[in-house]
């Protein structure tokens, strides 16, 4: 199972840009990435995904066009960039890991707020 730490949160303005990054232990041949938040009082919210080998990308209606995830091999590492924040936005951010053939996310990381001020 891969360990997740994501990084990157904060507090910005809205109409700001953040860019979080998660940092994975272990090879993630075949993985599918996510980003997901959750928001006080809300369910978890699905916001992007990336399959590891080819760099597909797909992302919730919610953040199309504002958000941008990305892989770096050699890092490890996917980020998500997130331009033109909104108050909305607030929440925590998590990184999931979902093993081939799983079908779920299975490894998650602890998560790191980001708060958007209007």
């Known amino acids: 199972q891969v360990q997740l730490v994501e990084s990157g949160g904060g507090l910005v303005q809205a109409g700001d840009s953040l860019r979080l990054s998660c940092a994975a232990s272990g090879g993630l041949f075949s993985y599918i990435m996510g980003w997901f938040r959750q928001a006080p009082g809300k369910e978890r919210e699905f916001l992007a995904a990336?399959?590891?080998?080819?760099?597909?990308?797909y992302y919730a209606d919610s953040v199309k066009g504002r958000f941008t995830i990305s892989k770096d091999n050699a890092k490890n590492t996917v980020d998500l960039q997130m331009n033109s924040l909104k108050f909305e936005d607030t929440a925590v951010y998590y990184c999931?890991?979902?093993?081939?053939?799983?079908?779920?996310?299975?490894?998650w990381g602890q998560g790191t707020q980001v708060t958007v001020s209007s």
């Open positions: 990336i399959t590891w080998n080819s760099g597909s990308s």
């Open positions: 999931a890991a979902q093993a081939p053939g799983m079908g779920r996310y299975g490894s």
